[in-house]
């Protein structure tokens, strides 16, 4: 079952949603893009994700910034929630406002700890988030630990707005390798 929604509602909606969704062990996909949602939606997220059966959580577009991302992926790690697809692109997942400039490290920390130990993700879409070398610096750990650990390749995305190395190392280790190398064998002919 698939869930979307563009509301214009705040939290309020979210908190709703929470009451609605929880014990659902039907609904797989949730899709919250662009509805407004803002960092106090983060914890109510996290806490839909540990009772459902939500594999695939889409939340482009909305207001999460470093603490509501910090606090879904924090309880998604510790809750071992099966999560396959996290998608938080433009989220405001960056270091511009007055204060938190240590604010995308410290979430990229917590999804370094995510990529390492986690073995259902299969996607995590950070783009149109300005999170900085230091923070693209701690994904690209992430996903070197994962590989060192031998957990299966995920897809991760991000904005090129870093240091160009370490861009280009998120996206060879961020692709998702299928098997084979996509070529197919020629038939011979009888």
Known sequence: AVVSTQ?????EGMANLLVCL???????HLSLNYCKLSLESGELLAELLTKSAILHLEVTGNSLECDGAATLVNTITTQDI???????????IDAHDKGKDRGPYLCAKIIRRWLTCTQYLEMCDLRDNQIGDLAAREIMDGLMDRKTAGLKSIQFLVTCRMDASIYKTIQTLGKKSGKG??????RKKK
């Open 181 to 186: 190398s996509g070529k197919k064998k020629k």
């Open 7 to 11: 509301s214009t509602g705040k939290d």
């Open 82 to 92: 099966a999560l396959k697809t996290l998608l938080l692109a433009d989220n405001g």
């Open 22 to 28: 929880s014990g659902n062990t039907e609904l797989t």
